[in-house]
């Protein structure tokens, strides 16, 4: 046999004439074909394919395989969202993959042929919640079964990347098991599934972003949205799994990027949100002649466990031309990690009237002891030194932050030191959990999960109730002071009452009534969502401002009053 041939065979490109006139047990029922259509199983005729001398012709010519057209009728797809933005955005990026080809989407279970759950892996009390759905959805498995309806069920993200054998072997429930960087294979996913196999992709990339994929937004009203920047996250903290379900740190084309805010701002949205898991580590490396560019300053006192990566474009750069795209449209960013916190960004963010005052920086613990055995890569007294370098550069600036309870090793001691940073910073908002054990990571291998659970409850119903006391007293410092809101709809409590976000992201609920309209004729006007109403702050607690609004305006208009 010549060895092209032989190559070919064992690609399965190419049969021979014995195992063309011989099919196997099995495919010998197959629909008849008219001229220029092959025979599949299922007893569906296909329009012929090119044949082996055109594939031949084509890669001796070097030509790119063409891309799947869509398929129609494939069905309707239920999407379920677990776990942080991110999720939220990779949610969008897959319905717009399978809306491509074919699907439609439902919001009714019961109508779905396929449900897709977008998982989170960072807890174990996040595993949980899918594995106690997905005992839900094997009874209304079990029921279409019956009635000869077929329902395919997927897991994609992290907690498919982090389980794909205990998820696709327990109970034989899921049909198709996707991680994050293998959204593109959902269509051939699920066509593997609908045969009665089981299908998976977890494989990472160095270099899957999504960047030529309009994510279709889902998020109500259509006034904000999120935005991928970059994927993966190159820290390797010793708790996090991350790293290990959504890979290294990569980050998308600028263009790319500014054509998807661009397209944003057209459709209408007032908000955008910037995603990372590093998001101020973004480093475009598409554009060669910034490739040797320098690598930016770490904030002083801050490390980190890989060397410096000079070349590319940063976010100082990405942030800049994000914020010139519509002055009236509000930008974030999250997640940053405090290690890159430039002075550049700082003064960018203190000028541009459209990029809020409010910044993530998450510290995790409040004690040095802690933050070295995280591999955080800086001590309590450099964390503080930012906070204080970040209120003087950015005047009002709004915080939040992340903490955990219960750390391996954590003493009392270290437990009363996160304490005293959530007294000493006082953050607007705060998002505490308990330390979770996650295979694979660093603590896992290294450290001992020594903290019992009840002392770890203990620490962080001790560590809520401090940052409610120290929030409560940072938003009651705004009674009386006047908010420039973004409204977002109803509030959830009354149908009387409107709820949007202030520059510092938390929450304001004042009433639906009638007010002046300062941009447009001084009018009486309701506001709608996606309006921008001045209101006077008259309560605070934690979480929650009320107050009356005062008119309907614009982003630059208030930004010229004050």
Request: hydrophobic residues 40%; aromatic residues 6%.
């Amino acid at each position: 046999m010549l060895p092209w041939r032989r190559a070919l065979r064992a690609a399965g490109l190419l049969r021979s004439a014995a195992a063309a006139a011989d099919p196997r047990p099995g495919t010998s029922r197959r629909t008849r074909c008219g001229p220029g259509e092959r025979p599949v199983g299922r007893g569906v005729a296909l329009p012929a394919g090119p044949d082996l001398r055109q594939f031949l012709r084509g890669a001796a010519a070097g030509e790119p395989r063409p891309e799947p057209g869509p398929v129609p009728g494939t069905g309707k797809v239920y999407l379920e969202t677990y776990g942080c933005q991110m999720n939220v955005n990779d949610t969008e990026i897959a319905w717009a993959i399978l809306q491509k080809n074919g699907y439609a989407r439902t919001k009714e279970l019961d109508e779905a042929d396929v449900i897709l759950l977008v998982t989170c892996s960072v807890r174990e009390k996040a595993e949980q919640a899918i594995w106690n759905r997905l005992r839900h959805l094997k009874a209304l498995k079990a029921r279409r079964q019956q009635a000869r309806l077929p329902l395919r069920i997927g897991i994609l993200g992290c907690m498919a990347e982090r389980l794909k054998e205990e998820i696709l072997h327990r109970e034989k429930l899921v049909d198709i098991v996707a991680g994050p960087d293998a959204y593109r294979d959902l269509p051939r996913l699920l066509a593997v599934a609908e045969s009665g196999q089981q299908a998976a992709n977890v494989l990472l990339s160095l270099d899957e972003t999504y960047a030529d994929i309009l994510p279709v937004q889902t998020s109500a009203g259509g006034t904000t949205a999120f935005v991928s920047i970059m994927r993966g996250c190159d820290n390797m903290c010793s708790y996090c799994i991350v790293p290990f379900t959504r890979g290294r740190e990569r980050s998308r084309p600028i263009a790319s990027i500014l054509q998807e805010v661009r397209m944003l701002s057209d459709q209408g949205v007032k908000e955008v949100t910037l995603l990372g898991q590093n998001v101020n580590s973004f480093r475009d490396m598409s554009e060669v002649q910034f490739q040797s560019a320098a690598a930016p300053v770490l904030s002083r006192g801050f490390s980190t466990v890989y060397k410096a990566k000079p070349g590319g474009l940063r976010f100082a750069h990405l942030l800049d031309q994000v914020s010139r795209i519509d002055p009236e449209m509000r930008i974030r960013f999250t997640s940053p990690h405090p290690k890159d916190f430039p002075d550049e960004v700082l003064q960018l963010i203190q000028e541009r009237h459209n990029i809020c005052k409010q910044l993530h920086l998450p510290a995790q613990s409040g004690s040095t002891r802690v933050l070295e055995a995280m591999r955080r890569g800086y001590t309590r007294e450099a964390y503080l030194e930012l906070v204080h370098h970040v209120r003087e550069s950015i005047p009002g600036v709004r915080l939040s932050s992340d903490f955990i309870a219960g750390f391996c090793g954590e003493t009392e001691e270290d437990h009363q030191q996160t304490l005293s940073l959530l007294r000493e910073v006082r953050y607007n908002v705060g998002f505490l959990f308990a330390y979770s054990m996650r295979q694979k990571t660093r603590a896992y291998h290294r450290l001992q999960d020594d903290v019992p659970a009840d002392i770890k409850k203990r620490r962080l119903e001790e560590l809520i109730t401090v940052f409610r006391e120290e929030a409560a007293r940072a938003n009651e410092a705004m009674v009386g002071q006047s908010q420039l809101v973004l409204v977002e709809g109803p509030s959830k409590r009354s149908a009387s009452e409107l709820c949007g976000r202030n520059d510092g992201n938390i929450k304001v609920i004042f009433p639906d009534a009638e007010i002046e309209d300062a941009v447009g004729c001084k009018a009486l006007v309701r506001a709608q969502p996606g309006d921008y109403v001045l209101v006077k702050v008259t309560s605070a607690s934690s979480q929650t401002l009320k107050g009356v609004p005062l008119c309907r305006t614009s982003l630059s208009r208030s930004a010229a009053c004050h």
